[in-house]
């Protein structure tokens, strides 16, 4: 038996690998009642993971048009081209005002469902799980050392060859920021 958590998450990896998905197969898949997946997905919306369109629902690929306001950890002003978006299972939703500060609240936030970020290159919104990052690159953006977000490996390297930076993955960012804080101590 899992838990509505356990399920919100597994649908959200669902939806991450495969875009969108049919109300009648997530029904089939995790074995539960329409209405229980209704609940799940009223929740998830809410939370403004997914969005719900004829019989189906995918993940939102755009950031809320809403002004993105400011970070959640330094109070600038986020530009949705480095936006990072730290969704609790409470439905809450902390945003920062890119990956440097984002992974930062990630790391310090408890009950975490998901994390997104936007692509530097494309500007959509990506799983920051699945995201490549480009640690320290020359170019200046936002809070420093910079953390830039990827979609795909090659265009992190192709920025790599501009720029500089090393690139990593988000376990390896969290270690890098971690060992940063520790520096400044
Ligand atoms: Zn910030
Ligand atoms: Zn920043």
């Not at 009648?24 to 997946?37: D, K």
């Not at 081209?81 to 299972?89: A, D, G, K, P, S």
């Not at 945003?95 to 970020?117: E, F, N, P, W, Y």
């Not at 699945?130 to 809070?143: K, N, P, T, V």
């Amino acid at each position: 038996m899992t838990t509505d958590i356990d399920r919100e998450k597994k649908i959200l990896e669902l939806l991450q690998k495969q875009g969108s998905a049919s109300i009648q197969e997530l029904v089939e898949v995790f074995g539960v009642s329409n209405m229980t997946i209704h609940r799940d997905l009223n929740k998830l919306e809410k939370a403004g993971s997914i969005q719900k369109k004829h019989g189906g629902v995918s993940l939102v690929s755009q950031p809320p048009a809403e002004d993105p306001g400011h970070c959640a950890m330094c109070n600038k002003i986020i530009s949705e081209r480095t936006i990072f978006i730290v969704q609790l299972e409470s439905g809450e939703q902390k945003r920062a005002c890119c990956a440097h500060c984002g992974l930062m609240i990630q790391s310090q936030s408890k009950d975490v469902l998901q994390s997104l970020t936007a692509d530097y290159l494309h500007g959509h919104i990506i799983s920051a799980n699945q995201a490549i990052y480009i640690l320290g690159s020359d170019l200046a953006i936002c809070c420093m050392p910079s953390v830039l977000s990827f979609g795909l490996r090659q265009d992190a390297e192709k920025f790599q060859k501009g720029f500089g930076g090393t690139i990593a993955n988000i376990e390896e960012t969290l270690q890098y920021l971690h060992q940063m804080m520790h520096a400044h101590q």
